[in-house]
């Protein structure tokens, strides 16, 4: 069996002598050398393939009386009309493309449904009736307690994260991804909606570490079919690291990008093993450093730089 993870790298919050800012400086939760690596499996990127510029077309697109004039017909000083949507905290890019799609979109009340559409200082925006504003951006990072619902409104009067951060925004908040009823531990919400879809898109890879307790030892075989990485239904799973926190070998802390809906637990149930507690440690970096149990606190600026690098959509 592997060595023993040093648990002081999944010591709770009072315990910490970290950064109070919570930036993750260390290169793997799981030191190197406790640690038996996992051999990525399925892993995929798509390549940066060319894409052609869509130009807009610079000429009125109405003859309604009383449209804006265009502050600049160029269309580098324009914004792209999904992009703006999602800077209006509405929903992500992904999203805004539906509802242009749909014809539930105007601008300077002339309907638009060209997805290369720039919008241009002086536009205006309609979704239905609503003008669209673009608003500041909020960063919240929530340390999520269990049986709290990773959704913005439940229709079964149940319990949500958004109970949680009430008083941390006068903005629109949203959950990016998001934990099960019984998972614990780190959730980002903002009204960055392109962000949000860039942290959340498969190519981008957004590291995860979590602490998982089991219902029994694991085993010396399993734990290296874990590592060495295997299939489940829905395709292969690419563990990235995995280690053993306790002498019992009851405790295990793993690393994945996968964003496959509670791929942690199945992982462990496809080998019989039922999953106690699942405590998400690291999310892009971010950590647990100071935010107790069901805090939340403000992303700082640094730490809002990192996240935009991380999520810079390749492909």
């Known amino acids: ?19 109070s800012r919570g930036s993750d400086t260390r290169k793997s939760v799981i030191p190197e050398k406790y640690a038996k690596k996992g051999k990525p499996v399925g892993r995929s990127r798509s390549s940066t393939g060319s894409r052609s510029e869509v130009r807009r077309n610079t000429e009125t697109k109405t003859k309604s009386k009383g449209k804006s004039e265009r502050a600049t017909n160029d269309p580098a000083n324009g914004i792209r009309l999904n992009r703006y949507i999602a800077h209006c905290g509405v929903c992500s890019r992904r999203e805004a493309d539906e509802l242009i799609a749909a014809g539930r979109i105007r601008v300077n009340k002339s ?29 919240v990072l929530l340390n999520k307690p269990k049986d709290f619902i990773t959704t913005t409104k439940d229709t079964h009067d149940r319990k949500t994260v958004m109970d949680l951060v009430k008083k941390a925004s006068d903005v629109r908040l949203y959950p990016v991804g998001r934990l099960d009823r019984n998972t614990t531990g780190l959730l980002l919400l903002t009204n960055d909606g392109e962000l949000a879809d860039n942290l959340s898109h498969p190519s981008n890879n957004i590291r995860k570490i979590y602490k998982v307790e089991l219902d029994k030892s694991l085993q010396k075989e399993h734990f290296e079919k874990i590592s060495a990485g295997f299939s489940l239904d829905d395709g292969p799973v690419a563990i990235d690291d995995i280690a053993l926190l306790t002498p019992d070998n009851m405790s295990v802390g793993i690393e994945l990008h996968s964003g496959k809906n509670r791929v942690v637990r199945r992982i462990f149930e496809h080998f019989d093993y039922k999953v106690i507690r699942l405590d998400r440690v690291v999310y892009a970096g971010l950590t647990k450093v100071n935010l107790p149990r069901g805090k939340w606190r403000h992303l700082t600026d640094k730490e809002i730089g990192l996240l935009r690098k991380k999520g810079v959509k390749k492909g």
């Not at 023993?4 to 790298?9: A, E, G, P, V």
């Open 1 to 19: 069996m592997a060595k023993k993870l040093d648990l002081s790298s999944f010591k709770r919050t009072s315990d910490s002598k970290k950064d």
């Open 111 to 139: 309907l638009v449904t060209e997805m290369g559409f720039k919008v241009m200082p002086g536009d205006a925006v309609f979704m239905g009736k609503k003008l669209l504003k673009r608003e500041d951006y909020a960063y």
